[in-house]
């Protein structure tokens, strides 16, 4: 069995999306809960599947936002959104959301996951949905500066972005000269 590659140095950024796809599974978490109580009351019959999904989600926004106030910021609609998926089963309409609700809910956390960096010895790897691996012989420069991540790419991209703060363990610069020896060492 082939052992994990050891980093000496991984690089968290912050992760601004994050809100952004909590509103967002807010909204749509919302807007079906309505939509199944509109559902309710226009049928002359009790459905069970409407009152059930109108309970669940907004049981878990109530849940969700009770973590929120007590200081737990990593909320997720997951859950909310695959119950919403299913209940859409069975609207007499956009029956189609399910697929669109399971998507969201399975790449939520991905999305909400903080990018990590790793630097080894022999390459730089971000650690995402789909890994990216780069040689040494592909950076012209790496720095960390005032918690400013920028890695300057020999094909002229490149990236710069904020450091997790929290998740400091090394000096900024012990890390920039560590990398100007793997820069030197890789281009000799």
């Known amino acids: 069995m082939a052992e994990a590659p050891v980093y000496p140095y991984v690089v968290t950024l912050k992760n601004e999306n994050a809100r952004y796809i909590n509103i967002i599974g807010f909204l749509l978490s919302i807007c079906s809960a309505l939509l199944f109580l509109r559902e309710l009351l226009l049928q002359n019959t009790l459905v069970p599947a409407y009152l059930a999904g109108i309970l669940f989600i907004l049981g878990l926004i109530v849940w969700n936002y009770m973590r929120y106030r007590k200081g737990d910021k990593r909320v997720y609609f997951a859950k909310a959104l695959l119950i919403a998926g299913l209940v859409w089963t069975r609207m007499p309409y956009f029956q189609w959301l399910i697929v669109v609700f399971i998507l969201l809910a399975l790449l939520e956390y991905q999305a909400k996951h903080d990018v990590e960096i ?46 997790d703060d929290s998740e400091e363990d090394a000096d900024e610069d012990e890390f920039n000269l560590w990398c100007q020896r793997q820069l030197s060492r890789s281009s000799a």
């Open 118 to 163: 790793g630097f080894s010895q022999n390459h730089i790897v971000f650690n995402q949905l789909i890994k990216k691996k780069y040689p040494w012989s592909a950076i012209d420069n790496v720095m960390i500066k005032d918690g400013l991540l920028t890695i300057d790419f020999k094909n002229n991209r490149l990236l710069q972005k904020e450091t």
